[in-house]
């Protein structure tokens, strides 16, 4: 699922600067409104990047994920024994 936009500033200003316990409100990119609650404002191209990398990581990690279950489906198959990572993805 999708994550709104005002969810993905958040979680970017966030990883950048831990200590940001501000706000950000809005629905869309140009109607984006942050209250830096007193802590050094980020440039909106610095959000972006680490927003762009953030999803990237959650993409590859996905990618991971289906590349581990299919190998371990392809092993139940044929019989041979699963890494305890294979193991993990059908545990249920």
């Known amino acids: 699922m999708e994550k ?4 993905k500033y958040h979680l970017a200003i966030k990883e950048i600067n831990n200590n940001f316990n501000g706000s950000v409100n809005g629905n869309t990119e140009d109607d984006l409104v942050i209250d830096w609650n007193g802590e050094a404002e980020i ?3 610095d959000i972006k990047t680490k927003i ?3 999803e990237t990581a959650e993409a590859n990690e ?3 994920k289906a ?3 299919a ?3 392809a092993k139940l198959i044929s019989g041979e024994a699963l890494t305890e990572d ?3 993805t ?3």
């Open 86 to 88: 294979e193991a993990n």
């Open 67 to 69: 590349d581990l279950k």
């Open 52 to 54: 762009s990398e953030m």
């Open 71 to 73: 190998s371990a489906k």
């Open 62 to 64: 996905a990618q991971a």
């Open 4 to 7: 709104l936009i005002v969810e």
């Open 90 to 92: 059908i545990v249920l």
């Open 43 to 45: 440039s909106t191209a």
